[in-house]
T-cell receptor
Framework: AQSVTQLDSQVPVFEEAPVELRCNYS??????LFWYVQYPNQGLQLLLK??????LVKGINGFEAEFNKSQTSFHLRKPSVHISDTAEYFC?????????????FGTGTRLLVSP | DGGITQSPKYLFRKEGQNVTLSCEQN?????MYWYRQDPGQGLRLIYY???????QKGDIAEGYSVSREKKESFPLTVTSAQKNPTAFYLC??????????????FGAGTRLSVL
């Protein structure tokens, strides 16, 4: 069974600084990978996804992530954050198979951007 | 606008009471899901349905029940058997037969509290 680890429960950063949110996964088969963002008291919004092809994936709001198969990682990055990026970020993985595509989530990383 | 509508936004349950959370989607998606979110635990799958009149238990189905009588609707009942129902509940949907079938779209959530 697949699993997702987000080691950082909280990441504080100053506005306009770069940020990296780490995500590692475990799976015995090939996977799809996702990053979702959740603003307070709201649902999850898809930031970006890796299904196939280029390992560098660009998403909304200036975020990007790189799939590294050898290190089983899918870290999220942004070169310059804004106050409005303050939110909780979830990494998720789905195994490639012919049956139900179960999505397994990490425990989330809270990004706190201060002026 | 196409999307997923969850209602109510806030819900209170008395001891021994069953409560039902509504989830409606107009995205024409076949698959629908219910997740429970607790602080620091990420999202955990309660039930899912891949097609009308069919649904399966997820990882934490005990104390919950669902129905899928229409493609657009997937209500979740939190029964009195669920001893710790206080949580944020998220409904999601995904298309079943396309390259986007692994992408789940989320509603805004229902926050359930016990009186």
């Amino acid at each position: 069974a697949q699993s997702v680890t987000q080691l950082d429960s909280q990441v504080p950063v100053f506005e306009e600084a770069p940020v990296e949110l780490r995500c590692n996964y475990s799976s015995s088969v090939s996977v799809y990978l996702f990053w979702y963002v959740q603003y307070p008291n709201q649902g999850l919004q898809l930031l970006l996804k890796y299904l196939s092809g280029s390992t560098l994936v660009k998403g909304i709001n200036g975020f990007e992530a790189e799939f590294n198969k050898s290190q089983t990682s899918f870290h999220l990055r942004k070169p310059s954050v804004h106050i409005s990026d303050t939110a909780e970020y979830f990494c998720a993985v789905s195994e490639l198979n012919t049956g139900f595509q179960k999505l397994v989530f990490g425990t989330g990383t809270r990004l706190l951007v201060s002026p | 606008d196409g999307g997923i509508t969850q209602s109510p936004k806030y819900l209170f349950r008395k001891e021994g009471q069953n409560v039902t959370l509504s989830c409606e989607q107009n995205l024409n998606h076949d698959a629908m899901y219910w997740y429970r979110q607790d602080p620091g635990q990420g999202l955990r799958l309660i039930y899912y349905s891949q097609i009308v009149n069919d649904f399966q238990k997820g990882d934490i189905a005990e104390g919950y029940s669902v129905s899928r009588e229409k493609k657009e609707s997937f209500p979740l009942t939190v029964t009195s058997a669920q001893k710790n129902p206080t949580a944020f509940y998220l409904c999601a949907s995904s298309p079943r037969d396309s390259s986007a079938k692994n992408i789940q779209y989320f509603g805004a959530g229902t926050r359930l509290s016990v009186l």
